[in-house]
């Protein structure tokens, strides 16, 4: 700790300065999709084994379906201490041309308190959560050919990107989007990356039975659209859905043989504000448990399993430290006074 302060101190001045990071720098620190999977794995696997401190989020709603979000957290491992403070407007894209999630991050030295760095946190947010779903899709269906993704906006062309790079047997990656030029979109990006083909599907109901291991990422609200209906999903499918319970048939998850989230904690108070109308399923577990080992993830080939991650603030700031390290390094971002 001592070590990386002092490495710290040799670029800023801790306690008077804070280093600045747009958007584009924040991307242009140069994590690859292997840094992002390697420094969530660790988040995850921090997680699972209790070795972090990260209160469930705090919020502020101005209007009915929108939330403010300060997400803290400290993960000793990684020397990464901070905060999230993120919203999500769903209406964002249709009212103002605007992302449906903005925010900063700010990390903070761990000797002293002081802030040292502010960064924009939406490549990370948008990198970080779809590592997630594909890490705990590797781990619950290691074995899939097929994966499925309902919602093609930013989100989307990230999860399908990660998919394709980390789940090695896929042959066909279904796509659907309400929006045609969405889905023809990710594909222009996105399928020179990747090796299975990319596919687009003609509806909810033909891309779900069509799937092994399926997410979505549309918006999340307080009533359940499902989306998705129950008898369309069978025994043996992983379902990852990172907007929370808008998409699926609320059956879905209370009839799964395991319903998995990243945090327990997160998802009682999504509960108590009001987005599970029907109930919370009842939990197994969380997903870091099962990458780190310390909880059984599918035990059976006909385990229908649903995992929810609706995103932690320990994956933000340890994915957020290692861009200011990258940056620090490069000289990458504007050092501020305080
Ligand atoms: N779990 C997490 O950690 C996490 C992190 C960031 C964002 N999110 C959530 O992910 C969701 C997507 O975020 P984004 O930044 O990609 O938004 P976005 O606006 O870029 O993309 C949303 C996409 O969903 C499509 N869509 C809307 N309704 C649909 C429907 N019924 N069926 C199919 N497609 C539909 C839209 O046309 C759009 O292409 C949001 O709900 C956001 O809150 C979750």
Redesign the pocket.
């Known amino acids: 700790m001592e070590q990386d302060r002092q490495r710290l101190a040799s670029k800023l001045n801790i306690g008077k300065e804070i280093w600045y990071m747009t958007q584009e720098q924040v991307r242009a620190a140069g994590l690859t999709e292997t840094d992002i999977l390697d420094l969530t794995r660790a988040a995850l696997v921090a997680h699972g084994r209790k070795e972090y401190e990260m209160p469930a989020k705090i919020g502020v709603h101005p209007f009915q379906d929108v939330f403010f979000h300060a997400m803290p957290a400290y993960v000793p491992s990684r020397l990464a201490l901070g905060m999230k403070w993120i919203e ?1 407007y ?1 209406g964002n ?1 249709a009212r103002f041309n605007l ?3 903005t925010g900063l991050l700010l990390l903070n030295d761990i000797l002293s308190g002081c802030p040292i760095a502010i960064m924009d946190c939406a490549w990370i ?1 948008a990198m970080r ?1 779809p590592a997630v779903t594909v890490l705990a899709a590797a781990a619950l269906h290691p074995e899939a050919e097929t994966f499925g993704m ?7 062309v990230e999860h399908v990107k990660f998919a394709g790079l980390t789940l090695d047997k896929l042959k066909t990656i279904y796509i ?4 045609e030029e ?1 889905m023809d979109q990710l594909i222009a990006q996105v399928q020179p990356k990747v090796q299975a083909k990319i596919v687009k599907g003609r509806g909810f109901e033909e891309v779900t039975k069509s799937c092994e291991v399926l997410s979505s ?4 609200v307080k009533r359940p ?1 499902a ?1 998705v209906k129950r008898e369309w999903v069978c025994k043996g499918q992983t379902i990852l859905p ?2 929370l319970n808008t998409f699926w048939d609320p059956a879905i998850p209370m009839e799964a043989d395991k319903f998995i989230v990243d945090s327990i904690e997160e998802h009682q108070l999504f509960d108590r504000a009001g987005y599970f109308p029907g109930g919370l399923p009842r939990i197994a577990c969380e997903t870091g448990q099962i990458l780190a080992g310390v909880r059984p993830g599918r035990e059976s080939k006909d385990e229908l399993i649903v995992c929810s ?3 932690m603030s320990v994956c933000d700031v340890v994915v957020g430290r290692a861009v200011l390290d990258r940056a620090l390094d490069r000289d990458l971002g504007l050092k501020l006074p305080l």
């Not at 309902?150 to 989307?156: H, K, S």
């Not at 990422?217 to 999340?220: D, E, P, R, V």
Request: charged content about 10%; proline content about 10%.
């Open positions: 999500c769903p894209p992302p449906q999630t947010t959560t309902f919602g093609c906006g930013v989100q989307g659907y989007d309400v929006k969405n990422a549309t918006f999340i659209y989306f990172c907007d991650n609706i995103g």
